[in-house]
Nanobody
Framework: VQLQAFGGGLVQAGGSLRLSCAASARITSITVMGWYRQAPGKERELVAQ???????SYADSVKGRCTISRDNAKNTVYLQLNSLKPEDTAVYYC???????????????WGQGTLVTVSA
C-alpha cells in the first residue's frame, strides 16, 4: 500500500476532524501532496494541497476552516477540518505526485479514501 489515509468518521455540524495520510517511504521526490474529496453524485474536487510550483492552495469552500500540513520526515500529510458542515460530507482522498524509488518513474498516487460524514 503506497498511501494510507486515516481519520474519517461521523461528526456533528460545527465539529472538527483531523485526517492523516502516510506515504510509503518508497515514494520520493514528492512535489505535490494534497487532499481531494468526492461527495455522492458529484465529481472529485480538490480540497487543499501543497505544490512545489503553486505552494499551498485551498478550495474556496473550505478556506478559513481547513488547514493542510505535512511532516516531511514521516512522508505524511494532514488535513485539519474545523467548523464542519453537512455539505463537507464526502469520501476524502489523499494524493501524492512523486517518484517510485524502485522503478524511478514519476507517478500519481491515491489513497484508499476515508469517509467523513457531517450530521446536521
Amino acid at each position: 500500500v503506497q498511501l494510507q489515509a486515516f481519520g474519517g468518521g461521523l461528526v456533528q455540524a460545527g465539529g472538527s476532524l483531523r485526517l492523516s495520510c502516510a506515504a510509503s517511504a518508497r515514494i520520493t521526490s514528492i512535489t505535490v501532496m494534497g487532499w481531494y474529496r468526492q461527495a455522492p453524485g458529484k465529481e472529485r474536487e480538490l480540497v487543499a494541497q501543497f505544490s512545489s510550483v503553486t505552494a499551498t492552495s485551498y478550495a474556496d469552500s473550505v478556506k478559513g476552516r481547513c488547514t493542510i500540513s505535512r511532516d516531511n520526515a514521516k512522508n505524511t500529510v494532514y488535513l485539519q477540518l474545523n467548523s464542519l458542515k453537512p455539505e463537507d460530507t464526502a469520501v476524502y482522498y489523499c494524493y501524492v505526485f512523486g517518484r517510485d524509488s524502485a522503478t524511478r518513474r514519476l507517478n500519481n498516487y491515491w489513497g484508499q479514501g476515508t469517509l467523513v460524514t457531517v450530521s446536521a
